[in-house]
């Protein structure tokens, strides 16, 4: 079991890994070696996480959810498949932990009398300025 949060757990059997080789620098360990490691793991069918989780999660994953509601996360940063695994379950829980926090409220607020203030004579000054510089002749 995966703990995400008091209320929240993943069972290990819900994730899958592949590893497959990286891309990028590294020489003969590149090309020979499959130390990347590509997380999947079904959203929409997961019965564990509430589905406002599920739908925030969605929404923070982007491009990484397929259709099918399934996350692709692929980590290669380290040499070995045991550090690109472990990072995977990292990003996988930091994305979690992000989803299963509820976005703030947003509380509207009214400009001060001083800002409305400083508004007006910021444009009072500038239409100043403006008309300043038209020609006499246009009056």
Known sequence: MLRITPRITLDEDDI????????????QN?????????????????????????????????????????????????????RNRSDALQRLTGLLLRAASPPKKRIETKPTKASKRRRLEGKRQLADKKRLRRNRSDE
Request: proline share 3%; hydrophobic share 45%; aromatic share 6%.
């Open 30 to 82: 590149v090309n020979k070696v499959a130390t990347a490691a590509e997380l999947r793991f079904d959203v929409a069918g997961n019965a564990s996480l509430p589905d406002a989780v599920k739908q925030r999660l969605c929404i923070l994953a982007g491009n990484r959810v397929s259709r099918e509601g399934v996350l692709v996360i692929s980590a290669q940063r380290f040499r070995t498949q045991e």
């Open 16 to 27: 899958q890994f592949r590893f497959v080789r990286a891309s990028g620098p590294g020489g």
